[in-house]
């Protein structure tokens, strides 16, 4: 049976995007069903690192990291499920990763989420705030991908002179001495080789522990079951649709290179698949399981922060290939550099907030009075 569903998987290129489109769109329902709530990644993130409802946001990564692990031990080489950490990152520099992640912390903070906030979970509600997102990110990515694979400031290039890239060339300037690349790539390969299985074991261990902590205390507040589940279906979803591939995904996006359609079967898929169960769910059950009403995508407000947001968001989709959700799934796999992202992705997300949110500002400010005093 796994062998015939393997050969499935493999002779027909559309099907690990249509049912990784699924999974996703089951995800998000869990989530909208136990919670009542859409699945925003950045600002569940962004939440996880301040503390605010920890537990949830913890257990709902750790569902993600722990599927990406186990796909990886057991699964990756039967599916092809990644590719190797060197030829991932080979063609972004780490320059790359960190404008990319700190345009998308930037963006998803004004625009209040990325696509799984607004593709995955407003289109289907029919928000014209987040179509308007997938318009302005849409182009702005496409044209980024676009542009970047011409002239390759962030990437590196083939230009029969050996790869290189502006930001390389200037480095090489500077410091000719330097390291060759390659060997870096094979160390990196071998360190996130080497700790995806007792990584697989310790997430376990974590998963088991919050279980039995949860049931011991009957701590309902951070409704583990549907984080977790949610977790590990999204997770699931993004790795069989070969998200965590940036090339696919950059091939998506750019006129300059060899289209694949795997992206737009992905993300159509998702939008198709949350307007049936979203439309049941709501309709069908009165209330949520942990919450008194379902808190649906309902705004219509487009405002220039939106239309700002959306444009960053969608630059650094074209830099770098990687969604919010794509870059914590690849975390075990592509670490220590989607690492970088992320730090860059949270330090925008603060930056954004030092700079427009006025409480925020505030309280900083209050901290930092007492502890002068």
Request: net charge positive.
């Amino acid at each position: 049976m796994e062998t015939e569903i393997i050969n499935t998987l493999k002779s027909h290129d559309y099907l690990p995007a249509v049912m990784g489109g699924i999974l996703v769109s089951l995800s998000t329902t869990v989530n909208l069903y136990g919670k009542g709530r859409s699945t925003n990644i950045p600002n569940m993130l962004y939440d996880l690192v301040r503390l605010r409802n920890f537990y949830s946001k913890l257990v709902f990564f750790l569902g993600i990291i722990w599927v990406a692990t186990f796909l990886k031990v057991f699964y990756a080489s039967k599916l092809d499920l990644f590719e190797k950490p060197a030829v991932n990152t080979e063609n972004l520099t780490i320059i790359g990763y960190i404008i990319s992640g700190f345009l998308l912390g930037l963006g998803t903070r004004l625009a209040n989420g990325d696509s799984s906030e607004h593709v995955y979970c407003g289109i289907p509600c029919l928000s014209k705030r987040s179509i308007t997102y997938l318009l302005f990110s849409s182009v702005a990515s496409v044209g980024t991908a676009t542009f970047n694979s011409y002239f390759g400031f962030t990437h590196k290039l083939n230009m029969g002179r050996g790869e290189t890239s502006f930001f390389q060339m200037l480095k090489n300037k500077l410091n000719p001495q330097r390291l060759n690349p390659m060997k870096t790539d094979i160390d990196h390969t071998l360190f996130s080789n080497t700790i995806q299985t007792p990584l697989l074991y310790a997430t376990t261990a974590l998963v088991i522990l919050l279980f039995l902590h949860d049931t011991y205390f009957k701590l309902k507040t951070y409704n583990f079951e549907v984080s977790f589940i949610s977790g590990i279906l999204f997770g699931a979803g993004i790795i069989l649709a070969g998200l965590t591939n940036r090339e696919k995904v950059l091939q998506g996006l750019s006129f300059n290179m060899t289209y694949d359609s795997t992206l737009m079967i992905f993300t159509v898929t998702v939008i198709i698949s949350n307007l049936i169960l979203w439309n049941l769910t709501s309709n069908v059950t009165r209330k949520p399981i942990f919450d008194e009403s379902y808190d649906l995508i309902t705004d219509n407000r487009v405002d220039l922060r939106l239309i700002i947001g959306s444009i960053l968001a969608g630059i650094a989709l074209g830099i770098s290939g990687f969604f919010a959700g794509s870059s914590i799934v690849s975390f075990t796999v592509y670490f220590p550099r989607i690492a970088i992202y992320l730090i860059s992705l949270l330090v925008g997300q603060f930056t954004t907030d030092m700079l427009f949110n006025d409480s925020l500002r505030a309280d900083i400010k209050q901290q930092i009075e007492k502890k002068i005093e």
